[in-house]
């Protein structure tokens, strides 16, 4: 049990004196909270293995907005009382109650990882061999990440003493991790190979490199997590978190990067991310020498209704990962489904008639 207060860094420190861990990390894992990880439903790159907060939830502690203490720490696997009233609150982004504390579900720490980057001639082919590390590794799959070649050629101008993880060329990246407990430490890197060899063989990857210590595994995360900090300094852009059925990842995002740079002259997208999730986050840049807050109310603006059409299209969702929030609020107005609007707008009103609970954010 962990109450809400709790910063996700300290979390972890607790979980690893015990000999566990908690599988879910993000950029902010210094600063946010548990309750604030729980309201948002966090995601992260080890969805693919373990879920977000939905499935790392065990139980849960609210205060309602009549005053009354919602009480469901108890972990219970089965419990078949009714409606799942923690679920309903995971996620609600503080619109219906405030989490105070959290059951939360912990993993055996890592033995050992293997850490793999792969380079690629499109998305199309990370999208296969995605599928071949699941059929080779399936639970041992703790990560998989992908961007494309202009965007690792921009963390690499951010971090000068940076190298690149391959020698040639390639349009796209895949960063990969396979992690396992203590019984079967030892084989991993061999099995990393043996997944690596049957992807060379297939044809699917153009290149690969098995980090050969900690200290290379953790270089190669690093080129992922910089992304973003590199894109900011690099100029402005508006983001977008989107998400589309798995199998369609590749042709949304062949369809929309060349679409949004026709229909907006000069601007430059990138979508990366969680493959594994089918979730990207889609970020396009200002044209060169344009920016301000001027370009994000206009221009921006027509960008994100762009991108969010063409989601829509996909029958994708505007918030994968992020949440709603006062910023994509007009958006999901817009394209929501409206009986599922119609609903949340019920069952708003049911708990909250006040309107007292983060009044303009997500509804
Ligand atoms: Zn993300």
Known sequence: MCEAGVILETLHHAAD???????????GKGSATVGGLVATNAGGTQVLRHGSMRALVLGLEA????????????????DNRGFDLKQLLIGSEGTLGIVTAATLKLEPAVAARSVVWAGLESIAAA????????????????????????????????????????????????????????????????????????????????DAAIAQNEAQAEAFWQLREM?????????????????????????????AVPAVEAAFPHTRAVAFGHLGDGNVHFHVIAPPGVGGPAWQEGEGKAISRFVHDLVAKWRGSISAEHGIGQLKRDE????????????????????????????????
């Open 227 to 255: 992304i973003a900090p590199a894109e900011r300094a690099a100029g402005p852009a508006v983001q977008h978190d989107v998400s589309v059925p798995l199998a369609s990842v590749p042709d949304f995002v062949d369809e």
């Open 17 to 27: 004196d015990a000999g566990l861990r908690f599988p879910l990390s993000l950029g």
């Open 63 to 78: 205060v309602l907005p009549d005053g009354s203490v919602f009480d469901a720490l108890t972990p219970l696997k089965k």
């Open 127 to 206: 999208r296969e061999l995605l599928l071949h590390c699941q059929a080779a590794e399936g639970d041992a799959l703790e990560g998989f990440e992908v961007m494309p070649d202009h965007c690792l050629a921009n963390v690499l101008r951010f971090l000068p003493d940076a190298r690149a993880p391959l020698t040639g060329p390639h349009a796209w990246h895949a960063l990969i991790e396979l992690d396992t407990g203590a019984t079967d430490a030892d084989g991993l890197a061999a099995r990393a190979e043996a997944m690596l060899t049957g992807a060379f063989e297939a044809g699917l990857i153009e």
């Open 332 to 363: 999901l107005r817009r394209l929501g489904d409206p009986v599922a609007l119609a609903l949340m707008g019920k069952v708003k009103a049911a708990l909250d008639p006040l309107g007292i609970m983060n009044p303009g954010k997500l509804l």
